[in-house]
């Protein structure tokens, strides 16, 4: 019988280079798509996923990421006094039960496989969700969003999972990319990934896009396999190893991803989740129409 998924990582520590100079004092998990930071729609799929308990990786001046997700007197008290019930009651039900978040620091910027490792004693010997925050997703017609549709093929599969998405092949030099194995339709089996591998030699053209289920052993594995590309111990070297002694699963994500880590992708971000409100949607188009025609 599967170990249930209840724990989730979220490596935070990044500083957003890409999208300064807005991330210069704020995180670039907390920049908003419509009225959420990136970092509480993550976490809302993986609540949707049947996430119980959420472990942010942080790093120096991320504090308000802590606060985010705390209770705020003051404010609470304020939309209480006004009769903003609403907007009260929208914030509490944001709030992640007592006891159901855990940090920790990454003091260094020594990569993704890194900042999953730093989680070791939270997570303890048991199966996880790692989320990267900068990817945020719509769903699909499979079923709930990227996590959910990870939780099903770990259930499924009793193995380690990856989401993948299709790009060009020419565009994969820039992405961990997996081989692929015996084909299930939704997943299939992973006979071996790279990462960012030199153009033209990409085992396929399904790239790793941000949702993972692992299983503990990876930690030992992370403490020991050293440093990759660009210098930093990668993720994605830490789960060639482990594949070696344990399976591993592709899911095709069927939804939409979208990468708020860019400038580009975090535009799009903001019209796609603004298009699927239906509170919002009929005025934010009016505006597009208006604007459309000038381009």
């Known amino acids: 019988m599967t170990q249930r998924i209840r724990m989730a990582v979220f490596p935070v520590a990044g500083l957003g280079t890409r999208v300064l100079p807005a991330t210069k004092t704020i995180p670039k998990e907390m920049l908003t798509v419509v009225d959420r930071p990136v970092l509480q729609h993550c976490v809302e799929e993986a609540r949707e996923a049947g996430i119980e308990h959420f472990v942010f990786v942080t790093g120096r001046n991320k504090a308000v990421i802590e606060d985010h997700f705390d209770m705020a007197y003051e404010l609470e008290d304020t939309l209480k006094r006004r009769n903003k019930n609403k907007e009260l009651e929208e914030l509490m039900r944001d709030l992640p039960r007592a006891g159901a978040t855990s940090f920790t620091r990454q003091q260094a910027p020594l990569g993704l496989g890194h900042a999953v490792w730093c989680a070791r004693d939270i997570i303890g010997n048991k199966p996880f969700a790692v989320l990267l925050p900068d990817m945020i997703t719509l769903p699909g017609k499979h079923g709930g969003r990227c996590?959910?549709?990870?939780?099903?093929?770990?259930?499924?599969?009793?193995?380690?999972?990856?989401?993948?998405?299709?790009?060009?092949?020419?565009?994969?030099?820039?992405?961990g990319v997996v081989a692929i194995g015996k084909d299930f339709g939704h997943t299939f089996e992973i006979k071996g990934m790279v990462e960012k591998p030199a153009k033209g030699t990409a085992p396929s053209t399904s790239i790793i896009s941000g949702r993972y289920i692992l299983k503990p052993e990876i930690f030992s594995i992370l403490e020991n396999v050293g440093a990759g590309a660009g210098g930093e111990i990668q993720?994605?070297?830490?789960?060639?190893?482990?594949?070696?002694?344990?399976?591993?699963?592709?899911?095709?994500?069927?939804?939409?991803?979208?990468?708020?880590?860019?400038?580009?992708?975090?535009?799009?971000?903001?019209?796609?989740?603004?298009?699927?409100?239906?509170?919002?949607?009929?005025?934010?188009?009016?505006?597009?129409?208006?604007?459309?025609?000038?381009?």
């Open 235 to 295: 993720l994605t070297d830490g789960m060639k190893k482990l594949s070696e002694s344990q399976g591993f699963y592709g899911v095709r994500f069927d939804g939409k991803t979208y990468d708020t880590g860019s400038k580009v992708g975090f535009l799009a971000a903001n019209v796609a989740f603004a298009m699927s409100r239906d509170d919002i949607r009929p005025g934010f188009l009016n505006e597009l129409k208006k604007i459309i025609p000038s381009l």
């Open 147 to 175: 996590l959910a549709q990870c939780i099903e093929a770990y259930e499924k599969h009793d193995g380690n999972v990856i989401a993948v998405e299709e790009v060009a092949m020419k565009e994969t030099d820039k992405y």
